[in-house]
């Protein structure tokens, strides 16, 4: 198993689902600075990242709906990461 081992500012993690994400985002020392659940859109999800995204890293589960948004962060220049569930 690889390990992501770099450090960032800001940490986003995507709760997925068909029609609905829950974006979390905390800094550094782990304090929450952003949690709420949006539409599965890629406008809701860059106005929500915008204040943190110049030293973002996003992580989210690999469920059937997780390609348009590793899509869309490679379009933006995001690192994203993927974890996959057993």
């Known amino acids: 198993m690889r390990f ?3 450090s960032h500012a800001h ?3 995507i709760d997925l689902h068909a029609k609905s994400m ?13 949690h709420k659940n ?8 860059l106005k929500a ?5 110049e030293d973002l890293v996003v992580c989210v589960e690999c ?3 997780w390609y ?3 899509d869309l962060c ?6 994203c990461q993927t974890k996959y569930s057993s």
């Open 4 to 6: 992501y081992t770099k």
């Open 11 to 13: 940490y986003c993690g």
């Open 22 to 34: 829950y974006i979390c985002i905390i800094d550094q020392t782990g304090q929450v600075l952003h």
């Open 38 to 45: 949006y539409r599965c859109r890629p406008d809701q999800f």
């Open 49 to 53: 990242i915008e204040p943190y995204r």
């Open 63 to 65: 469920v059937f709906t």
């Open 68 to 70: 348009w948004l590793a």
């Open 74 to 79: 490679a379009d933006e220049g995001l690192v």
